[in-house]
């Protein structure tokens, strides 16, 4: 497989193993309209910090449990007008490229640079896809066909399922020398696993109909024509009779029928074959509605002007804030088109580019139509995630516009963080000042890479246990604690095997082999 390298590369392969734990801290809750301190646990939260951060937080709780991710990263135009600055020379960017890379970073290209932000992230929202889950990522020429080898890289080339082409377009552009109108950009769908694959489209059964009273109810004229020639496929070159009036249609000769003679002669015995009623038509097949496979067919990769167009995406946003300086957001029409094809009505969707929030508009929406549940997260690492990203997302709950132009609200809720401090120190100790829970909620993910439940027995220091192993996390923030004799007296749960983490260890060896008892120190991070 063909592999991309650029500069500094080899100083972010890695890098997400790198990034710090850090803890979400809640700024506030959203429900229904009105804005409170107390969480409204909807599972729906709109995250403000570095993106990177922001997704290795979100690893204990969700990491392969995220069915759809659709993200809109910065297509590296050079552009440096807009709110949403769509360049690697932001200098957010930059400063973390110098302290990632080091000195290489001076000597970067805008793509060199571009691919170093955006491995990390894409490792991260790997480990955060479901099983059967999908990521769909919107690109132009600038990184397209980089952001292919890059993909192919980290989810594997069986992990390619399609490009789509979206029309983003609607007036030709004749304002550059090259008389070219670019109205097209791309996005890719990749997933994890040969169980991936999209709904598809609904059915067209407007077609079907019963004139003829046929027990077999709805029926579509369905054509009978082949794809080979008498060379190719001998077989499918025969006449078809008309017994009823004595006709003959001779296949065409390029072409010939779908059917070899003994299948046709089935369904012309089964009055599947109808014959045209004048003699220069063609006869054609019943295709019977109660016989489809299934209620969809193929979702095609052109994505046409019933997704909209950027147009549309800028004119809903301002919309919705009038004031709003955000151009070319992509239409909620085209995401909401792209998470119905990958979710059902329960699943967890995320972005982690949110920009202005059209990912969440469009699960409102969706939901609102289907009666779904779905549950967004959105991560903005700028400063208008509160004054924009979020205020959408509340004005589409609530409402908007006046008058003829009012939009209904969809109802929901969500939560408000900011990135909070990391879990362990610079020396790796652990930073107290997180809080416990969030210490355990910590510990438990990185042994089993499980979302952590709250432990409701009596034991005090019982994270939980899996697979047969029972883990404990004997810690206190003002005293040591020693694993002893005393401690295991203590200990209520049977299993196979104990991992216990404390700050120091009195066992003897002998015995921690006899009762499977595996000892960790509480202050250095795993």
């Known amino acids: ?113 571009w691919l ?13 896809l479901a099983k059967g889950g999908a990521i769909f990522i919107s690109i132009d020429d600038n990184e397209a066909f980089y952001l292919k080898i890059l993909l192919d890289e980290i989810f594997g080339t069986s992990g390619y399922k399609a490009n789509f082409i979206w029309k983003s377009r609607q007036i030709v552009d004749s304002r550059n020398q090259s008389m070219i109108s670019k109205d097209h950009e791309y996005i890719y769908v990749y997933g994890k696993s040969s169980d991936f694959s999209l709904r598809g489209k609904i059915s067209d059964k407007s077609k079907y109909t019963n004139p003829d009273n046929d027990p077999r109810g709805s029926w579509m004229s369905n054509s009978i024509l082949g794809l080979a020639n008498a060379e ?22 390029n072409t010939g029928w ?11 015995e089964e009055n599947r074959i109808f014959f045209p009623s004048k003699k220069n038509g063609r006869p054609r097949e019943k295709k019977f509605l109660n016989e489809l496979a299934s209620d969809y067919t193929g979702f095609s990769t052109i994505l046409n002007e019933k997704v909209g167009y950027t147009l549309n995406g800028t004119r809903t946003v301002r919309d919705i804030i009038p004031d709003s300086q955000f151009a070319f957001p992509k239409s909620y029409e085209l995401v909401l088109t792209l998470i119905e094809q990958a979710t059902s009505k329960n699943s967890i969707v995320l972005d982690s580019f949110a920009g202005s929030g059209t990912t969440a508009h469009a699960v409102l929406n969706l939901n609102k139509q289907d009666g779904g549940s779905r549950k967004f997260i959105l991560v903005e690492m700028e400063n208008y995630a509160e004054n924009i ?6 004005r589409v709950i609530k409402g908007y516009g006046e008058e003829k132009k009012a939009v209904e609200g969809t109802g929901g809720s969500f939560d408000y963080y900011e990135l909070g401090k990391p879990l362990f120190l610079e020396n790796q100790m652990l930073n107290e000042d997180v809080g416990l829970d969030k210490i355990r909620e910590y510990v438990w ?42 401690f295991l007296r203590n200990i209520k749960t049977k299993s ?29 991070g795993t």
């Open 1 to 113: 497989m063909p592999t991309l390298n650029w500069i500094g590369k080899d100083k972010v392969i890695n890098h997400h193993m790198d990034v710090p734990y850090k803890i979400l801290e809640h700024s506030y809750g959203f429900d229904n309209g009105k804005q409170s301190k107390s969480e409204t646990n909807s599972g729906n939260k709109i995250i403000h910090g570095d993106n990177l951060e922001a997704l290795k937080s979100l690893l204990p709780e969700y990491e392969g449990k995220v069915k759809c991710i659709y993200i809109d990263p910065p297509y590296n135009t050079g552009n440096e007008n807009w709110v949403y600055n769509d360049n690697v020379n932001d200098p957010k960017i930059k400063k973390w490229l110098g302290k990632v890379v080091g000195k290489e970073a001076e000597d970067l290209s805008r793509h060199d640079k």
């Open 116 to 128: 170093c932000m955006m491995y990390p992230r894409l490792k991260l929202l790997h480990k955060l």
């Open 232 to 253: 190719q496929r001998p077989n499918l070159h025969y006449d078809l009779v008309d017994i009823e009036t004595g006709n003959v249609y001779p296949c065409p000769p």
């Open 258 to 268: 779908r059917y070899s003679k003994e299948t046709m002669k089935s369904k012309l």
């Open 389 to 394: 990203t979020a205020e959408r997302v509340k």
């Open 445 to 486: 993910f990185s042994e089993t890479r499980q979302s952590f439940v709250e432990n409701k027995t009596s034991e005090e220091h019982l994270l939980g246990e899996i697979n047969n192993t029972a883990y404990y996390f004997y810690y206190f923030k003002d005293k040591m604690t020693t694993l002893d004799d005393r």
């Open 496 to 524: 196979e095997q104990y991992i216990i983490y404390a700050d120091n260890c009195l066992l003897e060896e002998g015995l921690m082999q006899k009762y499977h008892i595996i000892f960790k120190k509480n202050a250095v």
